[in-house]
């Protein structure tokens, strides 16, 4: 069994961290009740190994409609290259990153474009990890599906496209997430607040670009940014 689950603290810090400044303070949306399950047994599409995408290349935009906060993920390469940026509130005067992860020679960077400081990985996973806190349990087998209590849900159209959902609990609470060729179009993501009440965190996407390739640029880690092979070097404070 492959083991995702270690992957998820890296993935963490940069796709929850569009609120950690808020949550503390303000209280975050209970995840919907009532959604629909769908015990069916649904065949997931095949997925060549080495890719972790079912498209070469993509920019998706994400939004948290609580607070405003943005994320973009850009991928090519079926995922072999991929990078996620935090951005500031939903605002056309402020567009520079707040945090960013690229995963790219298998190798994973997570650092603070503002304190130019960050961290690197050695990622051992052949198709790549899936960037953000989501594990793609779909594609387990069924012992390990079992152990994370996974259960599939039904379908929704985002953006013009059907995605399928998927929940999974990893110990801290249930995680759903709607994908569409492998790409989350929407996300329910359990988290804790400083007094240990669970809460969501929710994430939609606003638009995908599956027809422009992604330039260097936005895998390419700044020069000026000193990197420590573990998280020992601390993220600026928020």
């Not at 996620?84 to 650092?111: E, W």
Request: aromatic share 12%; charged share 20%; glycine share 8%.
């Amino acid at each position: 069994m492959r083991n995702y689950r270690w992957l998820q603290p890296l993935f963490l810090s940069l796709f929850l961290s569009l609120s950690l400044g808020l949550l503390i303070a303000c209280e975050r949306r209970p995840a919907p009740n009532g959604i629909p399950g769908d015990d069916s047994v649904e065949v997931v599409p095949p997925l060549d190994p080495g890719k972790r995408y079912a498209v070469g290349a993509a920019t998706v935009n994400y939004y948290d409609p609580q607070f405003g906060r943005r994320q973009v993920l850009y991928f090519r390469e079926f995922g072999a290259q991929q990078a996620l940026y935090d951005l500031p509130s939903d605002t056309a005067s402020d567009t520079s990153a707040q945090r960013a992860m690229i995963f790219s020679g298998g190798r994973l960077v997570n650092y603070d474009p503002v304190a130019h400081t960050g961290f690197t990985d050695s990622i051992p996973l052949p198709d790549g990890p899936m960037i953000g806190a989501i594990f793609p349990v779909w594609r387990m087998n069924q012992q390990q599906q079992s152990k994370l209590k996974f259960r599939r849900l039904g379908k929704r159209t985002f953006l013009g496209n059907t995605a399928t959902g998927y929940a999974y609990d990893d110990g801290i609470g249930e995680t759903r997430v709607w994908v569409w060729k492998e790409i989350p179009l929407f996300l329910e993501i359990p988290m804790f607040r400083a007094s240990h009440n669970l809460s969501y965190l929710v994430l939609e996407a606003r638009s995908v670009d599956t027809a422009a390739t992604p330039s260097d640029a936005v895998f390419a880690v700044p020069p000026t940014v000193r990197l420590s092979t573990s998280d020992s070097l601390p993220m600026r404070r928020r």
